[in-house]
T-cell receptor, first 110, second 116 residues
Framework: EDKVVQSPLSLVVHEGDTVTLNCSYE??????LLWYKQEKKAPTFLFML????IEKKSGRLSSILDKKELFSILNITATQTGDSAVYLC??????????FGTGTRLQVFP | GAVVSQHPSRVICKSGTSVKIECRSL??????MFWYRQFPKQSLMLMAT?????????EQGVEKDKFLINHASLTLSTLTVTSAHPEDSSFYIC????????????FGPGTRLTVL
């Protein structure tokens, strides 16, 4: 059965800390792995990873995929209170379908 | 950009009524649209996939007669929750994709449905 597992389920840090969010997947016909940030409403797209070992960066956020180990991480450096959200990892399979993990709830306190 | 809108953002209805939710891609043509539901503190669960002009493909366990999906054009898909019951109360989110192997899904802001 296809699944995406994220860890930790929740994380509480202080501003300025660096965090690493983990995502492992078992997805048949895997095509890519995506990271989303979800605050109070719908998820907003962060990264799409298709190739192993190539880091994608956007400001303080970065992500990398390991297709051999079926694993991805999302790093956030110098966290800010605005980073508080649920971070979702999703595996893309078949045509455009996504299977989501349960998310990591990040809380950043001042 | 790739903007997806949903309407309404929030709806409260009585048990037994039907509710229609619209999903529009505002600045691109969406080959495929997806409908998800999300219960509190849970992840998004795919309900169905729809392609313009053809019948939607429903995920296992999703009743197609209860959740009617119409994808009438490349920019509009609708989800109708028929004879809604309190257990249908949830956050419904649509997403749209241009298609192609490298495109991602762009999510609408979601619709919170409360059935009394």
């Amino acid at each position: 059965e296809d699944k995406v597992v994220q860890s930790p389920l929740s994380l509480v840090v202080h501003e300025g800390d660096t965090v690493t969010l983990n995502c492992s997947y078992e997805v048949t016909n895997f095509r890519s792995l995506l990271w989303y940030k979800q605050e109070k409403k719908a998820p907003t797209f962060l990264f799409m990873l298709t190739s192993s070992g190539i880091e994608k960066k956007s400001g303080r956020l970065s992500s990398i995929l390991d297709k051999k180990e079926l694993f991805s991480i999302l790093n956030i450096t110098a966290t800010q209170t605005g980073d508080s959200a649920v971070y979702l990892c999703a595996g893309n399979y078949n045509t455009d379908k996504l299977i989501f993990g349960t998310g990591t709830r990040l809380q950043v306190f001042p | 950009g790739a903007v997806v809108s949903q309407h309404p953002s929030r709806v409260i209805c009585k048990s037994g009524t039907s509710v229609k939710i619209e999903c529009r891609s505002l600045d691109f043509q969406a080959t495929t649209m997806f409908w998800y539901r999300q219960f509190p503190k849970q992840s998004l669960m795919l309900m169905a996939t729809s392609n313009e002009g053809s019948k939607a493909t429903y995920e296992q366990g999703v009743e197609k007669d209860k959740f009617l999906i119409n994808h009438a054009s490349l920019t509009l898909s609708t989800l109708t929750v028929t004879s809604a019951h309190p257990e249908d109360s949830s956050f419904y989110i649509c997403s749209a994709s241009r298609g192609g192997s490298t495109d991602t899904q762009y999510f609408g802001p979601g619709t919170r449905l409360t059935v009394l």
